[in-house]
Each structure stands twice: as C-alpha cells, then as structure tokens.
C-alpha cells in the first residue's frame, strides 16, 4: 500500500500539535519542537531520532508518543507505531490528529473495521481533512462497502485536489469490482493521459504500455492533449572519453582523457490513433553531448525516429511492436545509421508484477573506413525477458531482466554472443528526492581471433555497469506540478577483456534539468 508522504502542515498545523498536550518537560518539548521540524521537511529517521530522545527525557510526555507513531507511520513501521500511539491515548492525549495517526496505522495493518471507527471519530472533529477521508473510503473497500467507499473518495477530493491521482485509481478499483469494466478502464486511460507524472499514472503506464526505456503512450479521450514535448538540459564530466559512443568501441576510441561537457536532448511524441484496444504513436528523440576542449572529434549528436504499434488483448496480456530508426553524427561526420525492429508481448501475472517478452532485430551501417576485419555493419537477434516489479506494501518499485544477442558482422572482430542481466530498483528518499540504482553485467564473447592480438585468439569481455540518480521535482511558473525535475546521476563501467587493448574503465557524472510540456 503506497501513502503519499504527508507534510505536517498537511496534518495541522504544528502549533496545534504542540498546544495540545502541555505536561511536558522543558527538555522533551525541545526535542519535539525539532523532530516535528524535521517531519516537516520529511526526514522521518531524523525526526524519529529526536522524538526517541523526547521520551527519554521524559517518558510521561504523551506529545512525544504521539509524534513518534506519527514517524513512524510515514516510515511504514506500522505495528510500532500503533504501540506509540496507544501509549500516548494511556497518556491521555488530548491531540485529536491521534486518531488520525491510529486510523492509518489500523488501515496498513488491515484491522479495517476498528481503522473505520478510529477515522470517523476523527472526521467528527476535522471533516475537511481530505486524507482522512480517502483512508476511510480504502477501510471501505477493502470492506466491500463501495458506496461508503465511493462517497469518501469523492470528498476527498472536494477537500483536498492533490489526492486525486490515487483517489481516481480507487475510483476506478470500485467501478472494476461493480462489474463496470469500461468506465474503469477509461478513468485509468484519463489518468494516464491528463496526469502523466503521477505515480500511479507512472505504474499504470508500466502495465499499459511498452518496455522501458521508450516513452510509455498515453490513453484518453479524443479531447485529451495528443502531443508530448521532453526537453533535457545539463552538463557533465567523464574521465574518459570514448569518441565512439557505442557499445563496441576500438580501442583507437578510448582516450583515456577527461574532459567536461554539455548535454541537451528532446523528445517528442504524437498520439497518431487512439482506440480502446489499441494505439499508435510516433515520435523523434534529439540528443546531443559536447565535449570541452580538443575533443570536437567526440562531440556527437543521437537522431532517433519511432513508431509504437500496442494492442491489449485482454486484461492480461498487451502486444507491442516497434519500428525504429537512430542516426548518429560523431565529430561532425557520419557515424552510423541503424534500423530496429521489436515485437512483444506484456503479461500482467499480478497487480505488482509484469513480464515481458520481446525479440529485437537490428541492422547497422557504419560510415567509417575501418579493416576488412573490423568492419561493424551487419545485424544482430535479441532475444529478453524483463520484470516490472512493485515491493507490496513499500514504495520499491524496479525492473530485472535477462537477454540474449547474436551479431553477425562484415568484418570477422565482431561476431559474438552477448548474455546480459540488470536488475534496477527505486524509492522515494527524503525531500521529495527519488533515488534509483541499475547494476549491468554484460559477457560478451567473440567467436574469432581478434585482430589487436594478431590474430593469436578472440576477444572475451566481463562489463559491469553500475549508475545511480536522483531526481527531484521542482517549480517552474506556468507547469503543472511534477511537469519539472531537476537530477544527478553517476555511471561507472569496468570493461575488463582478455584482449589488453579493450581494457578500459569510465565513470561520467551529469546533472540537468527535464521538463515535460
């Protein structure tokens, strides 16, 4: 169960929870002045720390169990928290936000009948804080009272609009269970579609859509805004730039120089057909790095054309198919120019777990003037299996996958098997800042004898990749919210190869901003 994390103004206001209760001590009140500060910033751990040096300054201070269950609740340590909270009503709190606090906790806990009753006792005295109503419309049903369920997340809405991307995935849970499968189905395309940076919507685009990393396409209405715009600006360092910029780079294209740069990227998209079982989208991705310095021989410039074909067969299963085209420009000259083709298949096993299945063909033309032996045009087969995932009851969610590809070259260098797996997962961290870390591990072996050995043997690669990035929205005047972000990411790559030349490492820092039209 996924709760938005709740600042305490969202609760009340602090002087309310800290008038309250006043048999404190002068030293507890201190330390619960601070934790609620730090409530207020969410950092729960933090505030946790301060409430649990509260109590033992003073462990009759009934405000200072209470905001602990209060932490940790937002830490998802429910039972602990209920434990708190109960202290804190034997310490006869005159807080009223302590039923709130023990309706959440009795909710996540599942004890729904007494969360009812801990909800409505609170409502009686604060009817318009609307997350207490959209936790009581869940009590509801998970109860299968879904006319109560219904009216509650109706009004929590009226009260509070931030609440409604997940009060319309309930919305849409209670129509599903009345049998109403195409209204529940459309209020989840809407959802989608007018609240793209939602997280539900982002889950749901998961199901729905294709395989990361592509642009997962929107459904709606035919008023619904049909065009996508992405832009990315930033800059960053890398201690080694690879002129290349691909997968397979001679060692000619390993510097082992660093240098910094800038980046710049677009992404733009068109909803060309919108059916209810399926729908086409076309877009273009523009990319660009440019390095500092000498090194205009490694500045290059990404142009990718596509076009996405889905079509839902049932509630389960979600085909997809891909046509795309990528050109790239290295130092101002034609690099390479290669064409995919990816048909899948998307199984949704349960509501926390998708499976998808694809084949990927692929043909490259280089516009370089290499050996007969080093010549890289040709193509090769994919073949994969990732995983979308969501930890129950947690805010993890991530992706895992497995894959297969043969490339069959012009020149004899580069005819090998790849056998990789990732596996990435993510959570919300403090400060509305979200974290993800991917960890890559490619062996990549070559059937013949490498020319950089003299032809003595082939070519065999371990590559461990591992990045991490933060993302963090931000405001900017005219966007919705979510619609800007600003993040940091670091990537690491070890290439470690049985031929002395391809033996090279890589770490590249960035950072930048993204905003979505």
């Not at 806990?109 to 959209?134: F, S, V």
């Not at 390479?336 to 949704?348: E, I, K, L, Y």
């Not at 010549?375 to 894959?403: E, I, N, Q």
């Not at 961290?429 to 003299?454: C, K, M, P, Q």
Request: aromatic share 10%; charged share 25%; glycine share 6%.
């Amino acid at each position: 169960m996924r709760v938005r994390g709740l600042p305490l103004s969202a609760m009340a206001l602090t002087v309310v929870w800290l008038s309250a209760d006043l048999s404190a001590s002068p030293e507890s009140d201190r330390l619960v002045e601070r934790g609620a500060a730090a409530l207020e910033a969410r950092d729960a751990a933090g505030a946790l720390a301060a409430f649990d040096r509260a109590i033992a300054a003073d462990a009759s201070d009934p405000q200072a169990h209470l905001f602990r269950g209060a932490a940790l609740n937002r830490l998802q340590r429910f039972d602990e928290a209920l434990a708190s909270l109960e202290q804190a009503r034997r310490l006869r709190s005159a807080n009223p936000q302590i039923d709130f606090e023990t309706g959440w906790a009795l909710m996540a806990l599942q004890r729904y009948d007494e969360a009812i009753a801990a909800l409505k006792q609170y409502n009686q005295r604060k009817p318009e804080h609307g997350q207490a109503h959209e936790f009581l419309g869940r009590c509801y049903l998970a109860t299968g009272d879904l006319d109560s369920a219904e009216r509650q997340m109706h009004k929590a809405i009226e009260f509070d609009p931030q609440l409604r991307p997940t009060v319309e995935l309930s919305l849409a849970t209670i129509e599903a269970r009345r049998g109403e499968q195409a209204a529940a189905e459309r209020r989840l395309r809407n959802l989608v579609t007018q609240m793209p940076a939602a997280a539900p919507s982002r889950v749901l685009r998961d199901r729905i859509g294709v395989a990361a990393p592509r642009r997962p396409v929107g459904f709606g209405p035919a008023e619904a805004k049909r065009w996508r715009l992405t832009l990315t600006s930033g800059f960053g360092y890398t201690d080694n730039v690879i002129a290349a910029s691909d997968s397979v780079p001679l060692p000619t294209d390993v510097s082992g120089t660093d240098s910094a740069f800038g980046r710049f990227g677009a992404v733009l998209s068109y909803d060309l057909v919108r059916e209810d079982k399926y729908h086409i989208v076309v877009g273009y991705a523009f990319g660009a790095d440019e390095y500092e310095g000498n090194f205009d021989t490694s500045d290059y410039q990404s142009h990718y054309w596509w076009a996405d074909y889905t079509r839902r067969l049932n509630d389960t299963t979600t085909l997809t198919f891909r046509l795309a085209d990528e050109y790239l420009n290295i130092g101002g000259s034609s690099f390479r120019n290669a064409v995919t083709v990816r048909p899948g298949v998307v199984f949704q096993v349960t509501d926390d777990l998708a499976v998808e299945l694809a084949y990927t063909f692929n043909t490259a033309e280089y516009y370089t003037a290499p050996t007969l032996a080093t010549d890289r045009d040709g193509h090769s087969h994919t073949g994969s299996v990732t995983t979308y995932w969501r930890l129950p009851k947690t805010d993890f969610t991530g992706r895992a996958g497995v894959y297969f590809t043969r490339s069959d070259t012009d020149g004899s260098d580069y005819d090998a098997d790849f056998v990789a797996g990732f596996i990435s997962v993510a959570h919300p961290l403090a400060w509305d800042v979200r974290g993800e870390v991917t960890f890559s591990h490619i062996d990549a072996d070559y059937d013949n004898n490498n020319t950089f050995t003299g032809f003595a043997l082939p070519r065999n690669d371990e590559i461990n990749i591992v990045s991490v990035e933060l993302t963090k929205p931000i405001d900017m005047p005219g966007l919705d919210e979510q619609s800007a972000r600003v993040y940091l990411r670091y990537d690491f790559t070890d290439n470690d190869s049985d031929v002395p030349a391809f033996n090279y490492d890589q770490y590249v820092i960035s950072g930048g901003v993204v905003v979505e039209f």
